[in-house]
Nanobody
Framework: QVQVVESGGGSVQAGGSLRLSCAFSGSTATSKSMGWFRQVLGNGREGVAAIDRGSGNTYYADSVKGRFTISQEGSENTVYLQMNSLKPEDTGMYYC?????????????????????WGQGTQVTVSS
C-alpha cells in the first residue's frame, strides 16, 4: 500500500495561489499514476488532477483546467498541485492517492485505484 501525507493548504482570497504537496511512500506497483481529489463537506471526493508518473502526462477536471498544474519532482516521491486564480468554489479538503490508470489513460477519468489509501488531507479555503 501507498502511504501519503498532504500539506500546503491554507486560507486565501479569491484570485490567490497555493501549492499543495503530496509525499508518498510504499509500493506503487499497482499504479504509477497519482491524483489530487477534493471533498466539500457532505459531498463525495472529486478528482481534480492526475499525473502518469511514467509518461509525465497530466489530466485535469474541466473546472480547474488552465488554473491548476500537477507536477512531480524527478525521482522524488512527491507530487505537487499548483493552484492559481483560486475561486471560492475551490474550497474543500484536498487529498492525494493513487489513481486508476486504465480509466485515466483511456478517457481521462480521475478515479482512485482499487485499494487506494487516503491521508489526512489538507484544507483549502478561498474567500470572496
Amino acid at each position: 500500500q501507498v502511504q501519503v501525507v498532504e500539506s500546503g493548504g491554507g486560507s486565501v482570497q479569491a484570485g490567490g495561489s497555493l501549492r499543495l504537496s503530496c509525499a508518498f511512500s510504499g509500493s506503487t506497483a499497482t499504479s504509477k499514476s497519482m491524483g489530487w481529489f477534493r471533498q466539500v463537506l457532505g459531498n463525495g471526493r472529486e478528482g481534480v488532477a492526475a499525473i502518469d508518473r511514467g509518461s509525465g502526462n497530466t489530466y485535469y477536471a474541466d473546472s480547474v483546467k488552465g488554473r491548476f498544474t500537477i507536477s512531480q519532482e524527478g525521482s522524488e516521491n512527491t507530487v505537487y498541485l499548483q493552484m492559481n486564480s483560486l475561486k471560492p468554489e475551490d474550497t474543500g479538503m484536498y487529498y492525494c492517492t493513487t489513481v486508476h490508470e486504465a480509466a485515466l489513460q483511456a478517457i481521462g477519468m480521475i478515479t482512485p485505484s482499487s485499494g487506494s489509501t487516503w491521508g489526512q488531507g489538507t484544507q483549502v479555503t478561498v474567500s470572496s
